[in-house]
C-alpha cells in the first residue's frame, strides 16, 4: 500500500482525482490521538475493509440531487431527491442491510421509518434512476 493523502479527523469523503482509469484499491487508517502505552493491549490505529474504485454501471446520484432529515434521527428519515426514487437500503458498519424498501411507485419523496434500529451510525444507500447515493445517519 501506498500512502496518497491524510486528512483532519472531522472530515468524512475524500476523493482520489489521481486515481488511473484501472482498479485501486483503497484501506483508510485512522490514527487515534492516544499516547503509547505499553499496558494498553489494542494498537493506536483502526483500518478498515478495503474498498476499489472499479465501476460496477451504475453512477453515483450526485448528493447535491438527495437530500436527508432529520440527522440524527429518532423515528423518522425524510428523502427528498431530484431523481424518482426506486429503492432505499439501511446498511449497519459491519455491512448487513438492516432495513429494504422497494416497491410501489417511485417518488421525490420518501419516509423511512427507524424507529426499531438500535442507536449507531448507518449507511443510507438510495437508488434513484441509474445511480444511487450513499450517505451515513445516526439513530440516536
Sequence with gaps: MTLIGTMPGQNTTFSDFTAPASNVYYVVEIQLNEGCDLLRSSSTAIRSNVATNSRTGIDEVSAHAVSVFPNPVENELHIN???????????????????????????LKRTINVSHLPQGVYLLKVHAGQGVMTTRFVKK
Design 81 to 107: 431527491s431530484e431523481t424518482p426514487i426506486d429503492r432505499v437500503e439501511i446498511v449497519n458498519l459491519a455491512g448487513h442491510a438492516v432495513a429494504i424498501e422497494t416497491g410501489g411507485t417511485p417518488s
